[in-house]
């Protein structure tokens, strides 16, 4: 079955900047997407089809994608963004969706 | 505003069945795919199924093919979930999200606990 993988942690210093990669096969042709979790509270989509940020979502957040792997960048990273990061994207069929293994970021 | 509520989350015994709803307010619900994503406690998220508009297309992780059916009821703004053959490692928060841009309304999630 597909797989998207991430990196377990991340951790910087508010205002510095926190990179998350997710790797996946089919990415160089299917869109990524990123969904922040704060404990205990349903995930917030953050970044849709690759790099467009949602309304609401502040301008530190952004996204890209080259190639087989997608990267979320929180630029000045505020204590405010620690929470679980996932990515998320569709298999080459584009019908089995799936998310990422799930990162860690803390901001301290 | 829209809304997603979901309800019905139990205790239930392993082998058992349960289905679960999921209440939209607030959007057209006939005109998007609709998804259910679970979490199993203190791992990641994982999606479960989703179904097309009109529900004439749906689609499930493999875990749950054969045991689990998404169904929709779009006179009533409701999604539902109905679990068969339930086992230990169905235990999660069940969420219903909307597809537009991604998923990009979910719901608070309702708890599923299979255990004997």
């Known amino acids: 079955s597909y797989e998207l993988t991430q990196p377990p942690s991340v951790s910087v210093s508010p205002g510095q900047t926190a990179r998350i990669t997710c790797s996946g096969d089919?990415?160089?042709?299917?869109?990524a997407y990123w969904y922040q979790q704060k404990s205990g509270q349903a995930p917030v989509l953050v970044i849709y089809?690759?790099?467009k940020r949602p309304s609401g979502i502040p301008e530190r957040f952004s996204g890209s994608s080259s190639g087989t792997m997608a990267t979320l960048t929180i630029s000045g990273a505020q204590v405010e963004d620690e929470a679980d990061y996932y990515c998320?994207?569709?298999?080459?069929?584009?019908?089995?969706?799936?998310f990422g293994t799930g990162t860690i970021v803390t901001v301290l | 505003e829209v809304q997603l509520v979901e309800s019905g989350g139990a205790l239930v015994q392993p082998g058992g069945s349960l289905r679960v709803s999921c209440a939209a307010s607030?959007?057209?619900?006939?005109?998007?795919?609709m998804n259910w994503v679970r979490q199993a406690p203190g791992k990641g998220l994982e999606w479960v199924a989703n179904?097309?508009?009109?529900?004439?297309?749906?689609y499930y992780v493999d875990s749950v093919k054969g045991r689990f059916t998404i169904s929709r009821d779009n006179a009533k703004n409701s999604l539902f979930l109905q679990m068969n053959s339930l086992r230990a490692e169905d235990t999660a928060v069940y969420y219903c999200?909307?597809?537009?841009?991604?998923?990009?309304?979910w719901g608070q999630g309702t708890p599923v606990t299979v255990s004997s």
């Open positions: 179904i097309k508009e009109d529900g004439s297309e749906k």
């Open positions: 998320y994207s569709t298999d080459s069929s584009g019908y089995h969706f799936v």
């Open positions: 089919a990415l160089p042709k299917k869109y």
């Open positions: 999200a909307r597809r537009n841009t991604g998923l990009d309304y």
């Open positions: 089809e690759d790099n």
């Open positions: 607030g959007f057209t619900f006939s005109s998007y795919w």
